[in-house]
């Protein structure tokens, strides 16, 4: 049971470049959620979803997009990535809202 | 604007000592307040949660203590090991679109052998 996953864990970009990051969960969970995490500030919610193919806002959405095409997977990605999306970012997970949220161990994104 | 406010930012405590972290909120909607540990390199892990109808919750040397009237909860850590240091947050959550989870800016534990 690998719970949830992310890919992938490291990733450098140019200014300017696009790129997806994946977060995959084996839970059979309803919810998933995209944070970013940043030195003095938390967790800050990016993106969430509350079942397949629905998504929705977060605090901070600006600059992002996602998609959840399957139940399983939960897609972030950044059309144009700029250097103030510098983050580590974690995907998380919950059987239904108001619930335990699972979490992944990270994508830790640079932006040069 | 900061939802939920945790305090101290960092925390230097003996090992055996009393590891205390608190926590304070706004909006009296909040209806489930969990604790997560993060250690480096890894996500953050559930700790232990408390929902607004129990003043205290207590699972092994872990205790959240939670005052309704002064919109405050916090993170007791007895007997603290010098294994518990990592950074730990408070979040809360209301019964709603998404039920985001609004987390604090997190404390840093340190205990010193």
């Known amino acids: 049971n690998a719970g949830v996953t992310q890919t992938p864990k490291f990733r450098v970009l140019k200014t300017g470049q696009s790129m997806t990051l994946l977060c995959a969960q084996d839970?059979?969970?309803?919810?998933m959620y995209w944070y970013r995490q940043d030195p003095g500030m938390g967790l800050r919610l990016i993106h969430y979803?509350?079942?397949?193919?629905?998504?929705a806002k977060g605090e901070v959405p600006d600059g992002y997009n996602v998609s959840r095409l399957k139940k399983q997977n939960f897609l972030l990605g950044l059309e144009s990535a700029a250097p103030s999306q510098t983050s580590v970012y974690f995907c998380?997970?919950?059987?239904?809202?108001?619930?335990?949220?699972?979490f992944g161990d990270g994508t830790r994104l640079s932006i040069l | 604007q900061q939802q939920v406010k945790q305090s101290p930012q960092s925390l230097i405590v003996q090992k055996g000592g009393i590891s205390i972290i608190n926590c304070a909120y706004e909006?009296?909607?909040?209806?489930?307040f969990p604790w997560y540990q993060q250690f480096p390199g890894k996500g953050p892990a559930l700790l232990i949660a408390?929902?607004?109808?129990?003043s205290e919750k207590k699972e092994g040397r872990f205790t959240i203590s939670f005052n309704k009237s002064a919109k405050q909860f916090s993170l007791h850590i007895m007997d603290s090991q010098p294994g518990d240091s990592a950074t730990y947050f408070c979040?809360?959550?209301?019964?709603?679109?998404?039920?985001?989870?609004?987390f604090g800016t997190g404390t840093s534990l340190t205990v010193i052998p």
């Open positions: 979803s509350v079942g397949e193919g629905t998504t």
């Open positions: 979040a809360a959550s209301m019964q709603g679109t998404g039920n985001q989870f609004y």
């Open positions: 909006n009296t909607a909040f209806d489930y």
């Open positions: 408390i929902r607004p109808d129990v």
């Open positions: 998380a997970s919950s059987l239904w809202g108001n619930q335990p949220q699972h």
């Open positions: 839970m059979n969970h309803e919810y």
